[in-house]
């Protein structure tokens, strides 16, 4: 510690503290990827082991083990545990088995694809359903990464050179941009499903206090078109929208426009922020949690307005933003809003902990076994 406090002012600005290196890793285990990669539950039971069983009613049934990450891939379902990945399809058929050997692995899915990668080693590997597309070492530990439906991925390291780095690959895995970060750390990627644009959400520290910085970059420059600084925010995901960007904050939604030195505020109103589920040009969703403990939803459209509000009946548990529809798991159902309207679906298996949403499908997750069931619907008043 002393040697730390002989070291001179200049030097501070370099590099950021522990501290937060450790909050970017944090809210990457904590909360970004509980959003941005879809329902994640622990379960301590045997190894993943397809059982075949059908469930009354339902397609398939099958165990798993330790599924730290889950997400969907297509109508199947990935899951991440701490050796072995795999995508499941609706029948319960594997058409992935990767016994994967990192210690920090993680996930991040988008349309048919998905990338496992290891915040440790700095690997990453594109999967589709039928198997590996690409693999890479980056040589430096990873903060994020992030995919987009055509295979294109971005990817945040450490640096020796600077506070971070990023790249972003096509899906031929030629390099299309690469950007020293010097002060910040990474704590978002986003790439534009048009795969010409990136934003990267950022945390700085600046005299004892946290910043919030938001850059895009058109792949084909070589420094940011938008960069923002926000004190005493952080920011943990974006979405592109008509024009911008919408961005969801530790205390509002923001919109970004292109080459904006502003952002709009789109408050939360003292409300707290229980889950979000970002796309890109479509339908998004905030859940809050309202002034009596109930849920909030606030849809937003593909130009960043809102389009929707409701204080909901039931508790929500969390919520998917998935082509025009929004989809909201209650303690016994999965609510769908569409077109300003609710419907309801048919009981969730019993012991239900989270859900992951495929289209008509959906993955119900309990402790010991993930169910699929193909969603009925029925009018609801919400």
Known sequence: ????????RKEKPSKLPRLLIL??????????????LGNVRLSPVSDLQLLGRQGEGFPVEFSYSHARQAAAVGNSIALLGPTQFDIVSPNGYYSVQFAQPYAMPALRTAGSRAVLFDRNLGDVILFRRGGVLTAREMGQSIFTVDINRQGAIAVATRSDRAAAEVFVYNPRASQQLHWLVEREH????????????????????????VYARFVDFPLNAQQPRTDIRLPGVWFYDAASVAGGWLVVGNEAVYIIRHGANVAEELSFGGRSLLGFSLQNNGYSAVLLEDWDNQSLLRVYNARGALAFEQTLAQHAHSVIAQGRAIYLHVDDAVLRWRSGGFSRSQPLPAGTQSVVIAGREVYALSLRAVEHMRLRWESYDA
Do not use: C
């Open 1 to 8: 510690m002393a040697n730390r406090k002989k070291k001179s």
């Open 186 to 209: 990474p704590v978002a990627l986003r790439l534009a499903d048009n795969g010409r644009v990136l934003a990267i959400a950022l945390a700085g520290t600046e005299q004892a206090g």
């Open 23 to 36: 909050l970017v890793f944090a809210a990457a285990f904590a909360g970004v990827g509980l959003f941005a």
